[in-house]
Structures are given as structure tokens and as C-alpha cells.
């Protein structure tokens, strides 16, 4: 497995700062990160992945739209013949404070392999990239 990821925040999400805080952060771990930044669609993310030959998609939302936004992502890169990459998804993925466990039951339902509530921190995705790649 290669240490090079896409990283973005989708949808018409605008909120930049957790964006480089988190190029900043694994970039340090030692991956190799492709950042498409913010406003970023679903084939933004597929295409990035695709052209670098990446191992994870990391996506954040922000302003609460992550549930619409991320919505067909496993499904539509399949279709581009990303099979086994890895999906992460963090930020506010949903409108206000919702009770975390069905959350993140139904962005593993949509294929996420790791969802992060609100506030997680960078390292605890990194832990769990090396762990998932394999790399520890
Ligand atoms: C600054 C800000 C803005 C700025 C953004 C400027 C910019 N270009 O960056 C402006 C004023 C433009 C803005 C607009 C809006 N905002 Co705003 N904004 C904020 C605010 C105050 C700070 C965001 C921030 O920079 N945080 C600092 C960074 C470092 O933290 P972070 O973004 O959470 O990211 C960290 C973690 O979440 C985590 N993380 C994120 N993604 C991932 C992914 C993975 C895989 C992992 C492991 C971790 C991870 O790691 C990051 C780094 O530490 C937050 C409130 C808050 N205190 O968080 C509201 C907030 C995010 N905004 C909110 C909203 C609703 C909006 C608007 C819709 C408001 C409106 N009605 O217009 C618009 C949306 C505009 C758009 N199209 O995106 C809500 C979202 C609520 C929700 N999800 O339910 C918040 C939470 C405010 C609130 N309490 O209501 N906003």
C-alpha cells in the first residue's frame, strides 16, 4: 500500500481552515497528501484518486450537509474501479448535535470505513490510516 491520500471537503462546504490543518497533520505523519480543498464534488475526490493512484479518501464536511453530500461515493468509485479504497469521512457530517451512533451507522452503511464526530483529531485518523494501510 502506498501513503498517498486524497484529501477535501465536499460539497459547496466552504470551511477552509480544518482543510489545511489537516494536509498539515498527516503531511507530518509522512503521508503523501493530495488535497483537492474545499468546494469539491464526488468526482473531484474519484478523479485525484484515480490520477495518483491513491490508497484513502479522506473527506470532511463542515456545515452540515455531509449525509446529502457523501451519498453515493462508495457506489461511484466502484464504478471508476476504486475498489478497495479506503473512505474516511469527518467534520460536522450532520445539522446540529444528533446522537452520535446512528450517524455513523448510516455512513457505514453508505461505505465510509471510518466516520469521525465532531472535533475528532487529526491523529486519531492517522492512527487509524497506518492501522487500516497496514503500515504499523
Ligand atoms: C469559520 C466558520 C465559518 C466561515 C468559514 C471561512 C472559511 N473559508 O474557512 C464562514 C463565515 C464562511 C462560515 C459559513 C458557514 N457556516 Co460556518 N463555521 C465556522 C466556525 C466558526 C469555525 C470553523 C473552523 O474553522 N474550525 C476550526 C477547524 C480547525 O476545525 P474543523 O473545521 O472542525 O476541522 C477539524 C475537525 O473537525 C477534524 N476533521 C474535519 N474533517 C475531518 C476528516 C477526517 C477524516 C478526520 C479524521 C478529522 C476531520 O479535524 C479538523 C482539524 O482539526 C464553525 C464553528 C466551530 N467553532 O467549529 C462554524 C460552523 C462549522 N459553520 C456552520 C454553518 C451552519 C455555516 C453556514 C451554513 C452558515 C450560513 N447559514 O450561511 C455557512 C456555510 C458556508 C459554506 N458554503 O460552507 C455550522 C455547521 C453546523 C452543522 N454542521 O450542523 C458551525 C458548526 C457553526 C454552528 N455551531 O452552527 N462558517
Redesign the pocket.
Known sequence: MNKKIVLG?IG???????????DH?FTEAGFEVINVG??SSQEDFINAAIETNASAI?????????EIDCRGLREKCEEAGLKDILL??????????QEWGPVEERFKEMGFD?V?A?????Q???N?LREDLKLI
Open positions: 471537503v459547496a462546504d466552504c470551511h477552509a481552515v480544518g482543510n489545511k490543518v489537516l497533520a474545499v468546494l479522506l473527506v470532511s464536511s463542515l456545515y452540515g450537509h455531509g474516511y469521512a469527518g467534520g460536522n457530517l450532520v445539522v446540529g448535535k471510518r469521525y465532531p472535533g475528532t483529531s487529526p486519531e485518523g492517522i487509524h
